[in-house]
DNA sequence: CATTTGTGATAGTAATACTATTATTTTTGT
DNA sequence: ACAAAAATAATAGTATTACTATCACAAATG
């Protein structure tokens, strides 16, 4: 039994996974990207990956820049899916946050509701690509067509309860969407810029940060 | 009376400084990027918009993405020296803090000490394409190669007055590269994503942010 | 004044990011 | 089971990009 993520469908021509070989697509396509890198990856190598060519894969996405829209925009549909299970029948507005933190600043573990087999990989993907997708010239554009809906949609709930633990304070999507973002980018550091950070990938300190911050931040 | 800021020799190949046509192709260039952003950015483009032609530019610069590099390498080196002035002749490490703080998460202003006609421009730039220099599958080579030097000496150098301060506070390096990276984030996102921030660029909330995290995090 | 060095002009190449055409296969509705 | 519609594979082609190479000329340098 499957659970569908929803995918903004201004993302993709036809839907990948209408078909046999949408899914190939997306599942060698993942798996190149990260082993290439977005710059390297091309339409033309998956095609070759896959026993395609290149017109199928354009007929499923438009250009690779929205075919990892695509990827980063089903990562964050599957962290959308698991808060909401995090949070289900807790009552505690302080212990959903935590819950919610450690959902999204936590890495992917076989173990945790919702887990889904491309998490991790998107995860990777998100790591490492993001910044690319997001800091283009067309992201106002974009945003219009309601791409980014999933991620706004998650800050702005998790900033909710934030809000309702400490109505005084001040910047509840900054501190948010800070600390989605921080605990991408330390782990890239752990990796590539140990210096920057003080965790790493043996010993991982994002999500104790994390939660160090919320703790000293609100009053309660 | 000048002064030279330090943008590390491994980028480019003959100093952009050192002529005229260096020269125009630095204060172009950054216009150019900060027109174009990184994608549309072509050396050929740009050569037309100085007058000459795309081999004159390669005997400066490898390629774009190292143009890049300079770019921000400078950037990180203006803001380097400015933190310089900032804290000389202050005694107290927590006034220490505060001061570079206020360099680091702080817009860009023609009155305080050590600013440069190019550090705007060049923040924009950092802003919107640093993480498409950074996110690379070359960040290893390049970091070995010292490009990342001036930015770690940053981090480090600000992580040192946060030990001072609380030497018990267990992640000095990631409160500082965190508190970098979300300034310039939260910066994008209140152009083009505003209901991820509670920053604007009429009121800026970044700086206050900043502080706060600092004040409520640190006990000294 | 001779030599090195930098520049401009031009040409050329491989790869990329597509678009177009057509023949063949697969799916579907009846 | 069969006709019609849709999807795919194969192939070709185009504009642009990211370079590299060559060479003549000008400028700076020692």
Do not use: C
Not at 51 to 64: C, D, G, H, L, P
Request: aromatic share 10%; glycine share 4%.
């Amino acid at each position: 039994m499957n659970i569908s993520i929803q995918v903004s469908a201004t993302l993709y021509h036809k839907d990948p996974t209408s078909s046999e070989i949408g899914l190939k697509i997306l599942s060698e396509g993942i798996q190149l990207m990260q082993d290439l890198g977005f710059e390297a990856f091309t339409f033309k190598k998956l095609a070759q990956n896959i026993q395609s060519t290149e017109a199928t894969i354009y007929r499923y996405f438009e250009n690779k820049h929205y075919f990892l829209l695509y990827l980063i925009n089903w990562y964050w549909g599957i962290i959308s899916y698991r808060l909401l299970l995090a949070t289900a029948n807790v009552t505690d507005a302080r212990q959903q946050l935590t819950n919610s933190i450690e959902v999204l600043t936590g890495l992917p573990d076989a173990s945790h509701p919702g887990y889904m087999e491309e998490e991790m990989q998107l995860k990777q993907i998100v790591i490492q690509e993001s910044g690319k997708a997001l800091h283009t010239k067309m992201v106002d554009d974009e945003n219009q067509n309601g791409i980014y809906l999933n991620y706004k949609s998650i800050v702005s709930s998790v900033a909710e309860l934030v809000k309702t633990i400490d109505p005084s304070f001040p910047y509840p999507e900054m501190l948010i969407s800070n600390l989605i973002e921080n605990a991408n980018h330390q782990r890239f550091f752990s990796v590539h810029l140990p210096r920057l950070t003080n965790t790493s990938p043996e010993q991982d300190a994002v999500v104790a940060f994390s939660h160090l911050i919320i703790q000293k931040v609100l009053q309660s």
